[in-house]
């Protein structure tokens, strides 16, 4: 995570949290016991961190992205990917029923969304803004 994130993270139960912007953030893994690896990377930033992310992976571990933010152009090597057997799974939005299904989640309490912040429609600029600043942990509502 982010470096001003990092208590937010941790708060939400996290097993170990690094600073995604500190140059020593994979020894710092080792540090708290990942030395073998991660199972899995969430990313939604991309750009100069996807090859340290990727190596970051034990083997046959994941690595998920549903953003780039920091850029859309990466170079890597491409056979960490299969000679480790990882799997590289790139999401966007799911489907009508799938929507559907989260909603009830939610609705019943089972799943409760992390809210960074809420704006009316008015105030756009306001949350385009607090978005850019990429300082917020969750998710920006806009309401009508």
Not at 15 to 43: C, H, K, P, Y
Not at 55 to 82: F, N
């Amino acid at each position: 995570a982010g470096p001003h994130k990092l208590d937010a993270v941790a708060a939400l139960g996290a097993r170990a949290v690094v600073a995604r912007d500190d140059a020593d953030w994979r020894l710092e893994l080792d540090r708290q016991g990942f030395g073998r690896g991660v199972d899995a990377v969430a990313d939604i930033v991309a750009g100069s961190q996807v090859t340290a992310c990727l190596e970051c992976l034990r083997p046959g571990g994941r690595y998920v992205t549903a953003g780039a933010i920091a850029g859309p152009h990466v170079t890597l090597d491409w056979r960490m990917v299969y000679l480790r057997q990882l799997t590289l799974t790139g999401v966007t939005m799911g489907t009508q029923e799938q929507a559907r299904r989260i909603v009830a989640h939610v609705q019943s309490g089972r799943l409760k969304p992390l809210l960074a912040g809420s704006y009316p429609l008015e105030a756009l600029p306001q949350a385009q803004h607090e978005f850019c600043s990429r300082r917020h942990v969750g998710k920006l509502v806009i309401t009508l």
